[in-house]
């Protein structure tokens, strides 16, 4: 599987991220410079819990929550339409709104999210390389294509 698809990551390297990030805030070392290790520490977690919500949008969005039915089995064309819930409702709460695509601002959002991480990372002394050993060098170099599609 590639590294970006339509123009975004893959859920598999979004992953691997994830993956990475947890793994080098937990192995981060305050021996040398503690101040700066802390910062890398903040900005592993902060990236991995902004992946791991992009990935909750992207799978929010594949999943349908209603479907358009014939109300009483007549063929599409003259028949009456009834709307029929896929989704648990239990747990939502009155008032809840449901769409036909993503809401706009929810995109527009995790796009203005990923920007700032992008600024996050490049604020803190890395630049962009394409697969780095470290992910937020290879993060922000896949982060900036994906954007740069857009």
Do not use: W
Request: charged share 30%; aromatic share 6%.
């Amino acid at each position: 599987m590639g590294l970006i698809m339509n123009n975004k990551l893959s859920n598999e390297r979004v992953n691997e991220f994830i993956s990475k990030f947890t793994e080098n805030a937990e192995n981060t070392k305050f021996d040398r410079d503690r101040e700066r290790a802390a910062q890398d520490k903040e900005c592993y977690l902060g990236c991995a819990d902004v992946l791991r919500e992009a990935l909750a949008y992207r799978e929010a969005e594949s999943k349908p929550v209603a479907e358009i039915v014939s109300k009483h089995g007549d063929p599409e064309a003259f028949g009456e339409r009834e709307l029929q819930v896929i989704a648990d409702i239990r747990k939502m709460p009155y008032g809840t709104k449901l769409y036909a695509s993503p809401v706009l601002g929810q995109t527009s959002e995790l796009r203005d999210i990923a920007i700032r991480v992008v600024g996050c990372i490049s604020a803190s002394g890395y630049s962009p390389k394409e697969n780095s050993l470290n992910p937020l060098e290879s993060l922000l170099f896949d982060a900036e294509k994906a954007l740069e599609a857009k």
